[in-house]
């Protein structure tokens, strides 16, 4: 992969951009399904086309040969991929670009740079793979604390092997900027993997999974990346700190837990030792379908409650069964799938086939089961299986580019996440279909909105939820503000948290303030400002960031 064949605005590879035949298409069902209104049919920008302010930084000569203040750098630096970083990246405003880009291929030059900017007060904005979408990776300068003489986009994708393998222990070093596909096909030199598999696996990195407690593909048990982490290694602006390689501990707080969801704000995160495993030679899949969305609810936790712990446990409400295309019919799909690398997990499908039928489940088609011999394409959690669930998984891979083509149609197109209670869930998804839809409804005439559970725990749900709406192009983000300020409103108010996988960034801030102590966010800021004195990692994430300047 290199940088010429990503989208500059976008998600993903430039050549996956639709053509106008695909966009057309597309356009059609947006009017014909949802019953939007006629979409524009815009056209992407080109980078040549670009302007950006001038750097105010100076670069000091010993620098030179990692820091780049180049104007194609800094615009690929600028946004992740949220909506809100899409749709200003498609109108070509690139005005918050960082004023440099730091590219260190060794903790040396970390510290050199985190040096500098320390004593130039120079905010340092990790990078990752840039897939962030919060927020996490934009720095305004202006709006996120006074005093700053410019930003540092800090690129860790030079740090990108595994380093080490303890297969007695099952587990490896990795460094931090290695993308997701790149640790496996390192891994399986040793028949090992680390199934990790968020939506963004294919550009998000190890280092970026950590610092914003990414959740992936294991739907109970293993649901965070926090749940992999043996140790970690940082380099702060006060120097580099390292945690104890442990399969678990006692001893006081977790200073791993320290790190991880930290989001940049106390150093960068270099390498960490990782739990691994071979691949499973077991799997047993199968899907049901529903009438109601309550009986499948219900369903869902018989299954996880009777502590089966499926790998897989995905139940899609009726509508993101029909936006996915899995299932027409108006049924509710709940998706389940079991693995294991030791023996046959036959009798545990069985078990949550019998519970879904007991709350009206239908199952469709012959569940499938596979044995050792099978073909190990299919570990990326994406494979080429005729089936209901091999649709829904294409579809959940493939997503994030739609919302490249949706935004140059004029649709504003967005997820939110949380998790709650299965007490407090019925009220929440009420209150949540209802206000959402009426603020769309307010703001843009019409609106559509989707439901799945991502993850799920015997004490409750972690739903997922996709908007789509008609935007009034050159208005859009004033539309969007108004319906994610409702979205995370309504969670806060019928206690869910406010992300639990997309983490905080700059966007979820003000409502992560809401759900944690104050007490707490006094301790988090002292150890801040023990690590970064000067304020400069990644100010305005997190915490406030007038509050941790020194």
């Not at 430039?14 to 069902?29: I, T, V, Y």
Request: proline residues 6%.
């Amino acid at each position: 992969m290199t940088a010429d064949e990503l989208s500059f605005w976008g998600w993903g590879y430039s050549e996956k951009f639709p053509d106008e035949a695909e966009r057309r298409e597309l356009a059609s069902r947006m009017e014909g399904m949802l019953g939007f209104p006629e979409r524009p049919m815009l056209s992407p920008p080109a980078l040549s086309d670009v302007s950006i302010p001038e750097s105010s930084l100076s670069v000091p000569a010993h620098l030179d040969d990692v820091v780049s203040t180049a104007t194609e750098d800094r615009i690929r630096h600028t946004y992740g991929k949220g909506y809100r970083d899409i749709v200003r990246g498609f109108h070509g405003d690139f005005d918050s670009a960082p004023d440099a880009v730091a590219e260190p291929d060794c903790e040396d030059d970390i510290e050199d740079v985190l040096a500098w900017a320390s004593e130039e007060r120079i905010a340092v904005v990790p990078y990752g793979g840039g897939t962030s979408v919060v927020g996490g990776i934009e720095c305004d300068p202006d709006g996120d604390g006074d005093g700053f003489a410019g930003v540092v986009s800090l690129d860790v994708r030079e740090l990108d092997a595994v380093l080490e393998v303890d297969d007695h222990s099952r587990s490896a070093r990795i460094q931090a900027g290695t993308l997701g596909p790149e640790i496996n096909e390192q891994l399986a030199e040793y028949d090992l993997q680390l199934r990790h598999y968020p939506q963004s696996y294919e550009f998000s990195t190890l280092g970026g999974w950590i610092a914003t407690r990414a959740g992936g593909h294991f739907a109970t048990v293993y649901t965070h990346i926090d749940e992999f982490v043996e140790n970690v290694r940082m380099v702060t602006p006060s120097g580099p700190m390292e945690t104890r390689r442990l399969p678990a501990s006692g001893a006081g707080p977790d200073p791993n837990r320290l790190v991880c969801g930290s989001e940049g704000t106390l150093g960068v995160i270099t390498e960490a030792w990782m739990q691994v495993q071979p691949r499973p030679s077991y799997r047993a899949r199968a899907t049901v379908h529903f009438d109601e969305f309550e009986a499948a609810v219900d369903a869902t936790r018989a299954i996880v409650q009777a502590r089966l712990y499926p790998a897989n446990c995905r139940l899609l409400d009726r509508n993101e069964a029909m936006l996915n295309e899995v299932a027409m019919d108006g049924s509710h799909v709940l998706v389940l799938g079991f693995e294991s690398v030791d023996h046959p997990v036959d009798p545990d499908l069985e078990r949550a086939l019998d519970l879904s039928r007991d709350h009206g489940g239908s199952v469709s088609g012959d569940p499938s089961f596979e044995g050792p011999h099978r073909d190990s394409e299919a570990d990326a959690g994406g494979d080429d299986r005729d089936d209901e669930e091999g649709d829904w998984r294409s579809a959940f891979f493939e997503a994030p580019y739609t919302f490249n083509a949706l935004v140059s149609l004029g649709v504003i197109v967005d997820t939110f996440e949380t998790a709650v209670t299965w007490d407090q869930f019925p009220r929440l998804h009420e209150e949540i279909t209802t206000q959402v839809m009426d603020t769309m409804n307010e703001e843009c005439g019409t609106g559509f909105l989707s439901c799945r559970f991502t993850h799920v725990y015997p004490d409750g749900p972690a739903p997922y939820y996709t908007l789509l709406a008609p935007a009034d192009v050159g208005n859009e983000l004033e539309q969007w503000r108004e319906i994610k300020a409702t979205a995370s409103d309504v969670i806060e108010e019928y206690g869910g948290t406010i992300t639990h996988h997309h983490a905080v960034g700059r966007v979820h801030r003000d409502w992560y303030e809401e759900e944690t102590p104050g007490e707490f966010r006094e301790a988090l800021r002292a150890a801040k400002e023990s690590m970064d004195p000067e304020g400069i990692m990644n100010p305005g994430a997190l915490l406030p960031a007038e509050q941790h300047q020194s």
